[in-house]
């Protein structure tokens, strides 16, 4: 038997699959700032995520957002599990993309990211 010492990448603990886009810190809060949905421009994008804001921000459009230490941004979708039973792929990307778009004001590639690290 092999015993397996360091990063695990199916640890559900430390990571996500979300279907979305990924937006830097910068780009995002002047984003939000500009079309009134974060009223402080000089707060701190991942508190906001955290507060009353920004969880109203993100239940409204029914949309995550994942934050990982040490990134410089912002995954910004859904994530897969999340997907209902009668709804297809396709059109859980498009209404993804839609959504993503008229929040944010401008259209954004979106893809699956997923994400593993290991808290140490």
Same mark, same amino acid.
């Given at each position: ?89 396709? *059109?859980?990307? /498009? &209404? %993804? +993309?839609?959504?993503?778009? =008229? *929040?944010?004001? /401008? &259209? %954004? +590639?979106?893809?699956?990211? =997923?994400?593993?690290? /290991?808290?140490?």
């Amino acid at each position: 038997m092999k015993k397996r010492i360091g990063f695990v990448s199916n640890s559900s603990s430390s990571s996500f699959c979300i279907y979305g886009t990924y937006i830097s810190h910068e780009k995002l809060k002047e984003t939000l700032v500009a079309e009134g949905i974060m009223s402080d421009p000089c707060g701190d994008i991942e508190s906001w995520f955290w507060g009353i804001e920004g969880a109203d921000f993100l239940k409204k459009h029914s949309l995550s957002a994942q934050n990982p230490e040490y990134h410089e941004g912002t995954y910004l979708g859904r994530s897969w599990k999340d997907i209902p039973d009668d709804q297809t792929g396709a *059109t859980f990307k /498009e &209404e %993804v +993309e839609k959504t993503i778009t =008229e *929040t944010l004001g /401008e &259209e %954004v +590639e979106c893809s699956t990211y =997923e994400v593993a690290w /290991e808290d140490r």
